[in-house]
């Protein structure tokens, strides 16, 4: 699936946060790079691990995402 063509970049952002999503596939498999554009940290996910985001409810977010 990897092309010439430069990575599909998506910013979603609201009065808490600006983070940017692409698709890596610069590794063994496609991996998903979600990175803060405020403070530059990343994080790559591969299938299995964005799969266990659908697993969470809004309350198993609740201490990681609480505004500072």
């Known amino acids: 699936m990897s092309t010439n063509a430069p990575p599909t970049r998506l910013v979603l952002r ?3 946060a600006t ?3 692409m698709l890596d596939e ?3 498999g496609p991996r998903l ?3 803060d554009l405020e403070t530059g940290r990343q994080v790559h ?24």
Do not use: G, I, K, Y
Not at 45 to 68: G, N, Q, Y
């Open 14 to 16: 609201n009065e808490f």
């Open 19 to 21: 983070v940017e999503v």
């Open 26 to 28: 610069t590794a063994n």
């Open 33 to 35: 790079l979600v990175r």
């Open 45 to 68: 996910l591969d299938a299995l691990e964005v799969e266990s985001l659908t697993r969470m409810t809004h309350d198993d977010f609740a201490e990681r995402v609480r505004p500072a």
